[in-house]
């Protein structure tokens, strides 16, 4: 069973840092592609960054870039997010989701897709 | 960027309806769209990939179609469970998600 979970969040002020983790399981994490994906609270689903299965290409949203940077350990089934610069607007659920794509090891990767599995999120709020 | 706009951004609907959502990109997006649902509380499921694929397990009576910049979702006949929000998301470069659409009885 494909199970994600995350951890890391919690109560920080502006322009301050967190570091989100999630530790994937139930299916071989090397091969497929992550993302993060944030929801403010009562809003609608915002795309975050995604990384490659080879930990080689990143992406992020224009509100995100300069200040969060996206990774993974292949070696711990565990995708990060290091969120830098916090803002007030940063205030939501964090996802954890997969790309659903197969990839091998030299594999090119196209680019973030759409997320067969989701985590239950963790929350962020950015308040002074 | 490109935006996502999906109508309408509530539905009021009864069970045993037909109901169709539209969402329209700022740009083509080719046939790279999906659909998902979200119930409060809960992530976000995913429903239909690449325009009109049904994920496994979705009840057939969802369906997409569309291409370019212009999509839509439909469920045939509603069921009680289908009540929740639905969001598309275009995946042609990088991502991004439609505002949503709830639908309510």
């Known amino acids: 069973e494909v199970q994600l979970l995350e951890s890391g969040g919690g109560f920080i002020q502006p322009g301050g840092s967190l570091r989100l983790s999630c530790v994937a399981s139930?299916?071989?994490?090397?091969?497929?592609?992550m993302s993060w994906v944030r929801q403010a609270p009562g809003k609608g689903l915002e795309w975050v960054s995604s990384v490659s299965h080879s930990d080689v290409y990143t992406y992020y949203a224009d509100s995100v870039k300069g200040r969060f940077t996206i990774s993974r350990d292949n070696s711990k089934n565990t995708v990060f997010l290091e969120m830098n610069s916090l803002r007030a607007e940063d205030t939501a659920l964090y996802y954890c989701?997969?790309?659903?794509?197969?990839?091998?090891?030299?594999?090119?990767?196209?680019?973030?897709?759409?997320?067969?599995?989701w985590g239950q999120g963790t929350l962020v709020t950015v308040s002074s | 960027d490109i935006q996502l706009t999906q109508s309408p951004s509530t539905l009021s609907a009864s069970v045993g309806d037909r109901v169709t959502i539209t969402c329209r990109a700022s740009?083509?997006?080719?046939?790279?769209l999906a659909w998902y649902q979200q119930k409060p509380g809960k992530a976000p499921q995913l429903l239909i990939y690449k325009t009109s694929s049904l994920e496994s397990a979705v009840p057939s009576r969802f369906s997409g179609s569309g291409s370019g910049a212009e999509f839509t979702l439909t469920i045939s006949t509603l069921q009680p469970d289908d009540f929740a929000t639905y969001y598309c998301?275009?995946?042609?470069?990088?991502?991004?998600f439609g505002q949503g659409t709830k639908l309510e009885i």
């Open positions: 989701a997969r790309d659903p794509h197969y990839y091998e090891r030299n594999s090119y990767f196209r680019g973030p897709s759409f997320f067969d599995y």
């Open positions: 740009q083509s997006v080719s046939d790279w």
């Open positions: 998301q275009q995946y042609n470069t990088f991502s991004t």
């Open positions: 139930g299916f071989t994490f090397n091969s497929h592609a």
